[in-house]
């Protein structure tokens, strides 16, 4: 007989000292993208000790877990955490802090891997469902292209899933809540440069006698602005910022510099939007340059996808988040972000959702954000997070 959605709740709940302290143990020894050696090896000794087949090395240090239900069944899902870590020194001074200086569990990776394992050990000991589960840990999210990695090392040729659902944890998100949304949920994430080149020269004495490469820095930074407000349309979404400038030296304000380079990022959801974006930087930089005499060379590289989730599967993660929570803890219309998401690879190869859980502090709302460096996971969500994916299973594989 299955157990509610409480039961399953309450015990998991039971396990929560023992994945609270394998969470702070991946924190303590975080790994950056393609090197999750420690991490991928501790997931799969623990998926093998609950029965689990298990295969390593997919994209290089990725894990899958496959778990059979005890009813025959021809679907399979799969279900996808993260492994890496980030290049920021921690300053939380707790005592799991990471002992690698330099790299830390900023984005909460290491809660991540903790919920998949509690959800897969459940499972491994209530296998009640039609089909088969595919618990995939995915290394190297943090922009080193982890989904693409198993993707071309055949990852759902090897491991057949007819759908593959993705959570995160958000420190903006109250306890107990969870968010989603149809269509569009986080953006396609590009990186472009610019270098202007001119001869240089003295700037005090002979500035007549070259062209200013800053004067066709100085109108390109204001062209980027009209970008998004005039050649965007206002129903769509798109952000270009400006990051770095480099250009001359503090030593020698005196002469002009021959080179000055500008960095930055542009975020989009649609491929037309991001063809716009590209173009528009690049005919800027050219134009501007040309009508101070100078060059420009500019790159833009594409990098992660949009996620765009698929509705049948929004639609079961939302009914299984409620199974949980309750309706009213559920928002099945969360705004987009244009912060990005390297399981939206996946997503492009088969129908799935990404669902966020809420992580937020207490009533003074002081827990830290992703990505600095005194953010920790919130361990009082691990047994949500699991017992969310658990009825994700049971939802998804309730008939053959």
Known sequence: MLHSPQDVLNEIRSLHPELSALRRRIHAHPELGFEEVKTAALVAEKLRAWGLEVTEGIGKTGVVGTLR???AGMRAIGLRADMDALPIHEETGLPHASEIAGIMHACGHDGHVAMLLGAARYLAEHPEFYGTVQFVFQPAEEGRGGARAMLEDGLFE?????????????????VGRFATRRGAMMAACDR????????GGHGGSTPHLTADVSVALGYFLLGLQTIVSRNISSSDQAVVSVGYIDGGSAKAPNVMPAEVRVDGVARSYTIGVRDILEQRIRD????????????????????????VNHDKQVALAIASATALVGAGMVDGDLRPSTGGEDFARMLQRRPGAFMLIGAGAKSDNSRPGLHTPRYDFNDEIIPMGAAYWVELVRTELATP
């Open 69 to 71: 239900g005890n009813r």
């Open 284 to 307: 800027l930089a050219a134009r501007l340059a040309a009508a101070q005499d100078c060059t420009a060379e500019v790159s833009y590289r594409r990098g992660g996808e949009a996620l």
């Open 192 to 199: 472009w440069s610019v270098i202007f080149h001119g001869p």
């Open 158 to 174: 090897r491991f057949p899933c007819d759908a593959v659902y993705g959570l995160h944890n958000s420190p903006s998100l109250p």
